[in-house]
């Protein structure tokens, strides 16, 4: 069964509305989250890096305060886009790490912005 | 940095052929690799692994060597089904933990016809 649980698992929304994505490892704590964006028929981004009780780090080019991450305890991080607009359309994926184990990945969240 | 050379898609077989994904790397030290496989409207599972040179990772009839001195990962399979269709996705990272970030190629869509 799915370890890693990515909800919602698509939001339709409006120009100018922030929308949070939450990520949940299920039986595990995990340590580290990963947040990764997907375009069509492409690879995936990394975001940022989520470790629990510190501020995220951003890989070059992301915004951090249009992708505000939170990582608040060992099963939980949360994703927000303020403020989207329809270039922030995507599939989002969140991952979650834990020791040797490899990560495990959500089953994304496709977002599309009106 | 670290990067990954994919064999780009799409990729059409007919059921029962034999499958070669290639795979190639940069890295410095001794990343770990990944492949990746991604069914449609859904995140990514592990399909398998290798954490140092020569291991062979295998699961569900794929396997995939990692050879440092050709600095590949090869994915093959000898036999595919229908059920194969997805992309797939080779990665690595700088260990083998669940705390280090992934770097990913650009995916290889692979479409199994009956």
């Known amino acids: 069964g799915a370890v890693v649980s990515q909800h919602p698992s698509r939001v339709i929304c409006k120009s100018g509305t922030s929308v949070k994505i939450e990520c949940r490892s299920l039986d595990f704590q995990a340590t580290t989250m990963f947040w990764y964006r997907q375009f069509p028929k492409q690879s995936l981004m990394l975001m940022a890096t989520s470790n629990e009780g510190s501020k995220a780090t951003y890989e070059q080019g992301v915004e951090k305060d249009k992708f505000l991450i939170n990582h608040a305890s060992l099963t939980l991080s949360t994703l927000t886009v303020t403020s989207a607009h329809p270039e922030d359309s995507s599939f989002y994926i969140c991952?979650?790490?834990?020791?040797?184990?490899?990560?495990?990945f959500g089953d994304g969240t496709r977002l599309s912005i009106l | 940095g670290n990067s990954v050379t994919q064999m780009e898609g799409p990729v059409t077989l007919s059921e029962e052929a034999f499958l070669t994904i290639n795979c190639t790397y940069t890295?410095?030290?001794?990343?770990?690799l990944f492949w990746y496989v991604q069914y449609p409207g859904e995140g990514l599972q592990l399909l398998l692994k290798a954490t140092k040179a020569d291991d062979k990772g295998s699961n569900k009839g794929f396997e995939a060597t990692y050879r440092k001195e050709t600095t590949s990962f090869h994915l093959e399979k000898g036999s595919v089904q229908v059920s194969d269709s997805a992309v797939y996705f080779c990665?690595?990272?700088?260990?083998?933990?669940?705390?280090?970030?992934?770097?990913f190629g650009t995916g290889t869509r692979l479409t199994i016809i009956p």
């Open positions: 991952s979650a790490g834990q020791g040797s184990q490899p990560q495990h």
């Open positions: 890295a410095t030290g001794y990343p770990s």
């Open positions: 990665a690595l990272s700088g260990g083998s933990g669940g705390n280090e970030k992934l770097t």
